[in-house]
């Protein structure tokens, strides 16, 4: 395959204040370069400017460099995410530096662009816009003011060119929109979603995508998450032009996709008899349904406490599940009919194609004023989901902590404590209570920092002083934490189980 090479420009501050922000813009442009560097595109074969960087000389200048260099064989990659506009006919794309009163001789005119395409070797070259053009003045949620083009550009572009294909996020008289959940323009997630190889829709095969599998994929997902994350009936309409003549293979995900599997191997011994798990802990007096004016903090844990505990939490846990809900179906792009709500005044269950989410409302058993509203992951069909960005911004709000639960509840940990006690590079992280029925472990620097809790009954993976979720760099840690501890002798669970199935990739 030949040699790939990224040119992105976002420009989403501009030097006079008079110009509005286009949000989410250097995420867009970042993210892309990331997506094909995942793809094997070298980094040193990337150039991307951001904001204060993309000023109009550097823009010309570089892109300049960038596409001479280029051979035939070559592909060229070019991504643009900001203001745009279209004065007597002529379509612009706007720099840091541009001017309101000056726009035409301050931004770079669209055909210019097309010009160097034109004149370079490479023969294969794909534009994507992340912009519109609705005009001035602009609102500041509107991503852009983006380019018109004109049949004559089109034309141009197109002319004798057997693989130029571009991509713009809509229509000339649409709005390019934001997605605040996501963080990135609509379209450009959409897009990143397919480069990622998360948007199986989008494929041609198994792992190809083409430029006509593309844009049918992002004609029907556009409009199925702006319903999602916007409510006022807004429509953007995505589109290609260009001559692919011939199938136009815009990215092969085979390599990806191996990756991915790999990582699907190494989750997958773990959440076998695993989850993760997330608690809020707090005094029963806080909960909604209790009236300080007729209720008491209770004395003991018994039936009748619980109830009364549960009672008064009705509101919290329907409130947990209704949240949870809604980001599920916002995140994953589930219909109604993909996922399955049942709830008591206790608990709530969801569940989706790919794994379960339990929410529950007790008295703590042991902190008896408090109660605790856990939420957990469980039943994860698909390991590789939990590698996914989608699922640890959801969760990583809920849950803190991977819990694997031994089935005869007999974990032998005095044998764990004897043998760590032994090994003076781990005895320092070691903690124990008198009776051998559990340990901690407590990694830090060299090892990666993990906080490791075992009894006969489970195993606690969670991340020191942790606040929050991070469930990222809990996965990365708990995979690093399990070679280390490997490399010291140490085999956290017996054969068939994590530890040693991790430690052989």
């Not at 064989?73 to 900001?82: H, L, V």
């Not at 699907?264 to 802990?281: A, H, L, N």
């Not at 781990?426 to 920092?449: G, H």
Request: proline share 4%; hydrophobic share 35%.
């Amino acid at each position: 395959m030949s040699s790939m090479h990224v040119f992105a420009v976002a420009v989403e501050k501009y030097q006079d204040n008079k110009i509005p922000d286009v949000i989410f813009a250097e995420n867009d442009a970042t993210a892309f370069v990331s997506a094909w560097n995942s793809l094997g595109v070298d980094h040193g074969n990337c150039t991307i400017l951001l904001s204060q960087k993309a000023t109009l000389t550097t823009i010309r200048s570089n892109l300049k460099r960038f596409l001479k260099n280029l051979m035939k064989d070559e592909t060229a990659i070019i991504f643009y995410a900001g203001h745009g506009l279209s004065v007597n006919g002529e379509s612009y794309i706007t720099a840091h530096d541009s001017q309101p009163e000056d726009y035409p001789s301050t931004s770079l005119p669209l055909n210019e662009l097309f010009q160097l395409v034109k004149k370079s070797q490479s023969k294969r070259v794909m534009i994507f816009l992340d912009s519109c053009h609705s005009g001035l003045p602009i609102t500041s949620d509107m991503r852009s003011i983006t380019s018109h083009m004109t049949d004559a550009e089109i034309e141009y572009f197109c002319h004798d060119s057997e693989f130029h294909v571009g991509f713009a996020s809509c229509k000339d008289d649409e709005v390019s929109w934001p997605s605040t959940h996501h963080k990135h323009g609509i379209w450009t997630y959409c897009l990143l979603q397919a480069l990622t190889g998360k948007a199986k829709d989008a494929f041609h095969d198994k792992h190809l995508i083409t430029s006509e599998s593309l844009q049918n994929y992002l004609i029907d997902e556009i409009p199925r998450t702006l319903r999602q994350v916007r409510f006022n009936k807004e429509v953007q309409t995505p589109c290609m032009f260009g001559n692919s003549t011939k199938t136009f293979v815009v990215a092969s995900l085979v390599d990806l996709l191996a990756k991915e599997a790999a990582k699907s191997s190494d989750m997958g011994p773990i959440f076998k008899d695993g989850f993760f798990r997330g608690e809020e802990i707090a005094s029963i007096a806080t909960l909604s349904g209790f009236n300080k004016r007729i209720h008491r903090l209770p004395d003991a844990v018994t039936n009748a406490t619980e109830a009364f505990v549960q009672s008064v939490g009705v509101v919290e846990v329907d409130t947990r599940g209704t949240s949870l809900w809604d980001e599920l179906k916002g995140a994953f792009n589930l219909k109604q009919k993909d996922i399955q709500y049942s709830s008591s005044d206790s608990d709530v269950s969801i569940t989706t194609p790919d794994f379960t989410v339990e929410i529950s409302l007790t008295q703590h058993p042991t902190q008896i004023t408090q109660y605790r509203l856990r939420t957990e992951v469980k039943d994860i069909r698909h390991p590789e989901i939990v590698t996914q960005e989608n699922f640890q911004e959801v969760f990583s709000s809920y849950c803190n902590s991977v819990i694997v639960e031994f089935k005869n509840n007999n974990f032998p940990v005095e044998d764990m404590i004897n043998q760590i006690e032994d090994i003076p590079e781990l005895s320092p992280f070691l903690k124990s209570n008198p009776t051998a029925s559990s340990l901690t472990l407590n990694l830090t620097s060299p090892a990666p920092e993990l906080k490791i809790l075992i009894s006969k009954r489970s195993m606690k993976f969670s991340l020191p002083r942790s606040t929050g979720g991070n469930l990222g760099l809990l996965l990365g840690n708990l995979k690093q934490a399990v070679t280390f501890l490997s490399g010291a002798g140490v085999t956290l669970l017996p054969d068939k189980s994590i530890g040693r199935r991790l430690d052989s990739r």
